[in-house]
């Protein structure tokens, strides 16, 4: 099985990769669209991204996409996350004036970065901003990254648990191209829906799933296909089995417009 994710290996998503298949045919690509793409194409049979975190909420390349894409949700993953900022040998927090990272690790990191005087630089991928700074010999400048990652180049850790939040963790899913049917023990299910435009039109949603047995556990709003136009990302909690989903979608509630279950899983408590 070829198993895709975005960034380079060593990254926080290539770990996650490591541990849900361990020995499967691994592929880094360089940008959500991209790995979307591949899933798509059938260069890759399973993707692991992460779309959310606990510190900076919703990862929102990957929340769009969802939504317009030929893929489903089949697990799910959580990951503790602690940040190393790394650095060429010889190089202090002190001497450090640039942290290259992911644009959401240095979200999640953002007051560190502040207090020390740190100016934030943006790069596509945790593990490339190691490689950049192995490669580039400015002494300045420190990745923010998985401390494992490091190793490869011999470089070294400079500060550990460099988060602004103890809780910081993330939250990963594995998709599947096309849809697939709930397995036996399925008790989570993602969703995506419009709303008609009257009064009360998502309360009366959420009620009605609510007195259908569905926990709700995540709600968002994102742009439509319009402008002016809201799509609800919804997570909710069930009865397990194809049962369980059919008992809590169908049909559909009465103001409930555009359904897209996004996927079916077990979830991970």
Not at 47 to 72: K, M
Not at 88 to 106: D, F, M, N
Not at 136 to 155: H, I, K, N
Not at 169 to 176: D, Y
């Amino acid at each position: 099985m070829r198993i895709g994710y975005q960034g380079e290996e060593h990254s926080y998503s290539h770990q996650v990769v490591s541990e849900l298949f361990p020995g499967a045919e691994t592929r880094g690509l360089t940008s959500f669209p991209s790995v979307f793409a591949a899933l798509a194409d059938g260069s890759v049979d399973r993707l692991v991204v992460p779309i959310e975190n606990s510190t900076t909420g919703s990862i929102l390349e990957v929340l769009d996409r969802l939504a317009v894409s030929n893929a489903s949700i089949v697990a799910e993953y959580y990951g503790h996350v602690r940040h190393a900022l790394i650095g060429r040998p010889g190089a202090t927090t002190e001497t450090i004036r640039r942290v290259l990272s992911h644009p959401e690790a240095l979200a999640q990191a953002r007051e560190t970065l502040a207090i020390n005087g740190w100016e934030p630089v943006p790069v596509p991928d945790t593990a490339g901003a190691v490689r950049i700074i192995a490669e580039g010999g400015d002494p300045a400048q420190a990745a923010l990254a998985p401390p494992a990652s490091r190793e490869r180049y011999g470089l070294e850790i400079l500060m550990s648990d460099v988060v602004d939040r103890a809780h910081n963790a993330t939250r990963f899913v594995v998709l599947a191209p096309d849809s697939c049917e709930p397995v036996i023990d399925a008790d989570k299910t993602s969703i995506c829906f419009a709303t008609s435009h009257t009064p009360g039109a998502l309360a009366l949603v959420l009620t009605e799933l609510g007195l259908r047995g569905a926990n709700l556990t995540r709600i968002e709003s994102r742009p439509g296909d319009t402008a002016w136009t809201y799509r609800f990302f919804v997570d909710l909690l069930h009865a397990p089995g194809p049962e369980g989903v059919e008992r809590v979608l169908q049909p559909p509630p009465a103001s409930m417009h555009e359904l897209t279950v996004l996927g079916s899983y077990r979830a991970v408590r």
